[in-house]
Antibody, heavy 122, light 107 residues
Framework: EVQLLESGGGLVQPGGSLRLSCAAS????????MSWVRQAPGKGLEWVSG????????YYAGSVKGRFTISRDNSKNTLYLQINSLRAEDTAVYYC???????????????WGQGTLVTVSS | EIVLTQSPDTLSLSPGERATLSCRAS??????LAWYQQKPGQAPRLLIY???NRATDIPARFSGSGSGTDFTLTISSLEPEDFVVYYC?????????FGGGTKVDIK
C-alpha cells in the first residue's frame, strides 16, 4: 500500500524557515518524480515544486522560486521542502504527491499524503 | 504560465442528475489534462488523466473529454458522495497548474 506521510509543519513568524518532510513507503520511491502541492485555507490547489526521480531536475512555481528548495534522499525514501523567508500568503496545507508515471517529471499525482499545515503569523 | 479556468464555480444538482464541468486552458495543453476530486478534509483523488482515461478504481460514471483548450468532466448520474469539489490540472508546460475548482452541491 502506497503511503506518504508529511511532517514538519507548524506556526512560524514571517521571515522564518521550516523544513517539511515526506516519508514514502509501499512503492519504489527512487523511480518516481515527486511534487509538493499546497492549499491555502478555503482555497484551491497550487502546485509548488517538483523533483525528478534522480534529483537531476527541480522545478518551482514562480511564487516560491528563490525561497523554497525541494530535495530528496532516495536511500531514506524521503522527500523534503526547505521553505525560507516565509510570508503570510504561504499559509497552507502542504501535500506531498507522487507522480503517476515512472518516466518524466511533468506528471499528474496518483497518491497524496494527508498534508501538513504551515501557518505564518506573528 | 498556463491558466486553467473552471466553470461554473458552483453547480447545483440533484442526486441522479448528470453533471457537466468545464475546464478551459489559456493555451493548448494537447490532451495533458487531469481531473481530481476533493472531499472535505481529505487530499485530492485522481479521477481522469490525459483528458479521458479513468484512473484506477474510478467508477464508470466519471468520464472526461476534450483536447487543446476545452475539456469536460461528466458525471453521468450523481451519487450522494459526488457532491464535493473538482479540480483540473495540466502537465503540458511548467509550471504545472490547477484550475480554481468547481463545487458540486445538492440542489
Amino acid at each position: 500500500e502506497v503511503q506518504l506521510l508529511e511532517s514538519g509543519g507548524g506556526l512560524v513568524q514571517p521571515g522564518g524557515s521550516l523544513r517539511l518532510s515526506c516519508a514514502a513507503s509501499g512503492f519504489s520511491f527512487s523511480t518516481y518524480a515527486m511534487s509538493w502541492v499546497r492549499q491555502a485555507p478555503g482555497k484551491g490547489l497550487e502546485w509548488v515544486s517538483g523533483i525528478s526521480d534522480s534529483s537531476i531536475s527541480t522545478y518551482y512555481a514562480g511564487s516560491v522560486k528563490g525561497r523554497f528548495t525541494i530535495s530528496r534522499d532516495n536511500s531514506k525514501n524521503t522527500l523534503y521542502l526547505q521553505i525560507n523567508s516565509l510570508r503570510a500568503e504561504d499559509t497552507a496545507v502542504y501535500y506531498c504527491a507522487k507522480g503517476h508515471l515512472r518516466t518524466g517529471t511533468a506528471l499528474y499525482f496518483d497518491y497524496w499524503g494527508q498534508g501538513t499545515l504551515v501557518t505564518v503569523s506573528s | 504560465e498556463i491558466v486553467l479556468t473552471q466553470s461554473p464555480d458552483t453547480l447545483s444538482l440533484s442526486p441522479g442528475e448528470r453533471a457537466t464541468l468545464s475546464c478551459r486552458a489559456s493555451q493548448s495543453v494537447s490532451s495533458y489534462l487531469a481531473w481530481y476530486q476533493q472531499k472535505p478534509g481529505q487530499a485530492p483523488r485522481l479521477l481522469i488523466y490525459d483528458a479521458s482515461n479513468r484512473a484506477t478504481d474510478i467508477p464508470a460514471r466519471f468520464s472526461g473529454s476534450g483536447s487543446g483548450t476545452d475539456f469536460t468532466l461528466t458525471i453521468s448520474s450523481l451519487e450522494p458522495e459526488d457532491f464535493v469539489v473538482y479540480y483540473c490540472q495540466q502537465r503540458s508546460n511548467w509550471p504545472l497548474t490547477f484550475g480554481g475548482g468547481t463545487k458540486v452541491d445538492i440542489k
